[in-house]
């Protein structure tokens, strides 16, 4: 079960996780001065911070920025001001990102997002990691392709398992699914990836890919 307004993506395949590198521009061209900015979208418990940390993990001096961060006390899909300037246009000027975005301090959460304009790629991930206000500041995008019912399970357990869990994840849900039925971010990515277990594969190596929608 999809999404209001998700096409199925198909046909799908199996490949190696470093083909997934390659379609997304990440290897080996970086940009002049800046990482390569690659944004990895879709719905909550969907599988984008597993697959962040996958490719992540292939390049070496690669970071990765979570939009929960950015979004932290503040606003679960008003914050797209907050990572453009704070995170996206300093590097897009040459510029280290230190930033602390401004719920942070005064709900008492110490610390900053860090990202080094050497480094060779930058993957922004969450829901909304490729919205349409910050387009024209990424290189390229994914989008995860997840089933609604596995997604609300995994999302709930994760919370926790209980009944404030799922309440959290049900409020959650009355603003992601207008937000991603509106913005549409699978129609701008360059590759769908299976968040569920569309075909066998190995996990660790490789990657159940789609082509655009």
């Known amino acids: 079960m999809l999404g209001e307004g998700e096409p199925l993506a198909g046909p799908w395949r199996v490949e190696p996780l470093t083909e997934l590198l390659r379609l997304i521009g990440a290897v080996p061209s970086v940009p002049d001065g800046r ?3 690659v944004a990895i979208d879709g719905r909550g418990a969907g599988g984008k911070t597993t697959l962040a940390a996958r490719l992540h993990g292939l390049v070496a001096g690669s970071q990765v ?4 961060d950015i979004a932290w006390a503040h606003s679960r899909f008003g914050w797209d001001d907050l990572i453009v300037g704070g995170v ?3 590097l897009h000027r040459g510029l280290s990102v230190h930033y602390q975005p401004p719920a942070w301090a005064p709900n008492d959460r110490t610390g900053h997002v860090d990202v080094s304009v ?4 930058l993957i922004i991930e969450g829901v909304g990691a490729s919205r349409s206000e910050v387009t024209s500041l ?3 995008s994914i989008w995860v392709q997840s089933d609604l019912v596995a997604a609300e399970r ?3 357990l994760r919370d926790g398992g209980d009944a404030d869990a799922a309440r959290r994840w049900h409020a959650w849900k009355t603003e992601e699914d207008p937000f991603l039925a509106a913005d549409r971010p699978w129609s701008r990515a360059v590759v769908i990836v299976g968040g569920s277990d569309q075909i066998e594969h190995d996990p660790a190596t490789e990657v159940v890919l789609a082509p655009p929608v």
């Open 138 to 140: 990424i290189d390229t």
């Open 88 to 90: 996206l246009e300093p």
């Open 35 to 37: 990482p390569r900015i």
């Open 118 to 121: 050497d480094a060779p790629l």
């Open 65 to 68: 920025v979570h939009t929960d």
């Open 154 to 156: 995994r999302g709930i």
